[in-house]
């Protein structure tokens, strides 16, 4: 049985959707969750879930993490809290039992920062890595793509660019199941001469990389579907997701306004399209498309929003579980050493 | 009356959407309209408008051009292309016009790139400007904010980004009469902690600006109405630009398939609502913010979609006729000068 650790300390009204979300998960997919945190936090909260469900428990077990690292954290001191062998903040003492073999992957939807310090430090980076990174599924209108860095790394080199692709590549194979995927280079235009320093810089080294890379693309080709992974920076992938988030929340809220304010026809026509329009609402939903998966670390990490409910932490779940079953770090692991023999 | 010249030979389908849109913006603001280009291809087009609204004319005038650029143009012969002083192409005929005093401003739904270099070498940059930089007005929750730098200048210095906040705040305040308007710096988070090195090395400058200087900001705070102006650098804002298009793209053709694709009562709801979302659809359409302004020329100078149909061509007319009202030209040299003395 799959064995994925939780931050119990994670999200921003933790740690009830992350316990909910554990339960949810563990019930739905058949995975043994640990709970790390406060246990005089967690276990109430645990044993609530379980009387609603008539008493049954499922396979959740809680190991006391008495400390936690917040937004706070940051910086030199942030660095220090992740290092100490001895740490007691949910995170270190999560990472530490996918370290010692104790379990397959570990989720937080807590500091993304403190997250990516943390398993520098504990899990350290796969041979050959210069910089992890962090993918995401994202909708298109075919299906979805992986968006790599998503903000683990703000200044990149070609170099990183790279390995990104490579990494993201891998991820679209291995776990979402794409034969040979389509990598596309994000930047300012599809024509070659577009691009600023970094782009220009990257473009040779994807064209003779042996990876199925298409070139540059832009939003229209990324949301279309004709890439599976979407290349950029960490800083240039966070603002495209963002400002992705942004627009379809403006939108919708639009929508919604439009006919709320409208006259009656409207206002029956909002009511019949409700049912068909959930699903809509549910494509470009965050907690949907789940957690972000920290790519080139050696240990399988996933980190989602602050904002997450209970479903969200659920999906994150089922998105480590995938990657779990689906063996990506073995598979990343091999590949890159393959690359490095090249 | 404003004299605008309009690029008969920019959009993809030139000259039709072109010539038709300065029909209806000389029949709809009381503008003077200058047609360069190719007289043999714009004329028919011309008689034809007035034709069909019974042979009435309108203040527009042809200035012939035989020549034109390009998508192809580009790079060193693009360079030359633009300077040549005795250029007989629609871009640099036109812009001479506006040059020599007998036009107020330039519209071309043409090669950006092509635009950028013919206005950089036939009308100048304004004392004090390192580089000029694109403008555009995009829809948000409250109203609207302006994008600085849209993709003039992919690579950019921390200076750079304090010239489009300053220009951008300017072009907000007199064009789009914002009082005092609220600047913000776009970043992969809120906090100062982040950033990419560009971002860290500007928010000192932005800070001592003496700007209405809110800080950094994401998508959601850009589109949720939060500032009035989103600096920055070229790269990232057409790469945020366009995937906010192709967001707002997808969720749109995801609704028309949902409905379409509907029971009987999903179907009657759409048809109900369909009037009141024409108006959601019309909220994101490029059409219908309108053209894209280069600030720090010395001219004022518009650049548009190169799918525009007349209509964004009529729309491009109305931003420019607006800039020129306002004197933008005349404020943005008076205040750069300003903030040289300090």
Known sequence: MTRIVVDAMGSDNYPTPDVEGAVLAAREYGVEVI?????????????????????ATLPIRIVHAPEMLTMEDKGVALALKARRPNAKNS???????????????????????????????????????????????????????????LGANPDCKAENLLQFAIMGSLYAEKVRGVNNPKIGLVSNGEEEGKGNALVKASIPLLKTSGLNYIGCVEGKEVFGGS??????????????LKASEAVAKLLTDKIRETITSGGLLTKIGGMLIKPAMSGVRKFLDPSEYGAATLLGVNGLVFIGHGRSDARAVQVAVRVAKEAC????????KSAIEESLKK
């Open 325 to 332: 079953e689906a063996n990506l770090l073995g598979a990343m």
């Open 91 to 149: 995170m270190a003492v999560g990472m530490d039992l996918v370290k010692n073999g104790e379990a397959d992957a570990f989720i937080t939807m807590g500091n993304t920062g403190a997250c990516l310090a943390t398993a520098y430090f504990r899990l350290g980076t796969l041979t050959g890595v210069d910089l992890p990174t962090l993918a995401v599924a994202f909708p298109s209108a075919t299906g979805s793509f992986i968006l790599v860095d």
């Open 227 to 240: 890439v599976d992974v979407a290349v950029m920076d960490g800083f240039t992938g966070n603002v495209f």
């Open 35 to 55: 709970l790390v945190g406060d246990e005089s936090k967690i276990k109430p909260i645990l044993d609530e879930a379980y009387a609603r469900a008539g008493g």
